[in-house]
């Protein structure tokens, strides 16, 4: 499959027949990353109500849309083109300091036998249940910016009890994404060793379950421009 970081919490996931997915694509004014070009076949959401990880309708072509926080709250499992979807309900930062806290949803499904987790827009702590959602995982679409969303010991206490196989960051501090109090990659990459962390030094990368470590490793994404 072929993984591509839009920025923030939007990738583009491409099978191998072709087929696609993006998750969580962005109003492009609201977080400073270019427009999502790409086309889907479908697109996940982790809510319908923020506009940095809702915005299905800016998605070319006619791809068939899920909001992930539905499937949560109606038994936290659907097919959707194919593709069987897993999710469970999530909370924003707690102390948000533009709104109340919304709900939102982590979600999970596999392209190519590769099982891949997104963590939505989680804002606190996980609970044991949570924290067993993200159990065998091969790919991780890791909250990496602290300020907003996760908090780091937060994080890493799942990382380190799920051990997931990849980790790639998201949602964390760029050149683009300024905002105040969010970190740069170099604060999450501070709680893995040298030796585990890898870098794409581009957008996308190719991946099999060949690729997919033994012993969790960190790749580092730049993102589309």
């Known amino acids: 499959m072929k993984l591509k970081w839009h920025g923030h919490a939007a990738f583009s996931i491409t099978g191998a027949d072709g087929s696609s997915i993006i998750t969580d694509p962005y109003t492009p004014e609201g977080v400073g990353y270019a427009p999502i070009t790409d086309t889907a076949d479908l697109v996940i959401t982790s809510s319908d109500d923020d506009d940095a990880h809702c915005r299905a309708d800016l998605i070319q072509g006619s791809p ?12 936290g499992r659907q097919a959707v083109n194919g593709v069987e979807i897993s999710a469970i309900e999530a909370m924003e930062f707690k102390d948000h300091p533009e709104h109340a806290p919304g709900q939102n949803a982590m979600y999970r499904f596999t ?10 827009d989680v804002g606190n702590r996980l609970s044991d ?3 067993a959602f993200f159990e065998d995982t091969d790919l991780l679409l890791a909250l990496a910016g602290g300020y907003l969303t996760i908090e780091f010991p937060d994080l890493m206490e799942m990382i380190h009890a799920v ?18 109090n969010t970190h740069w990659i170099e604060a999450f990459l501070a709680h893995f060793h040298d030796k585990d962390v890898d870098f794409a030094f ?12 033994r012993e969790t490793r960190v790749l580092v994404m730049d993102y589309a421009r």
């Open 64 to 75: 068939a849309t899920i909001n992930a926080l539905n499937i949560a709250k109606n038994g």
């Open 202 to 213: 581009g957008s996308e990368v190719d991946l099999s379950t060949d690729d997919i470590p």
């Open 163 to 180: 051990r997931p196989k990849l980790v790639v960051p998201m949602h964390f501090r760029t050149l683009t994404y300024r905002p105040r």
């Open 111 to 120: 392209v190519d036998g590769i099982r891949i987790a997104h963590m939505g």
């Open 129 to 131: 249940r949570q924290i």
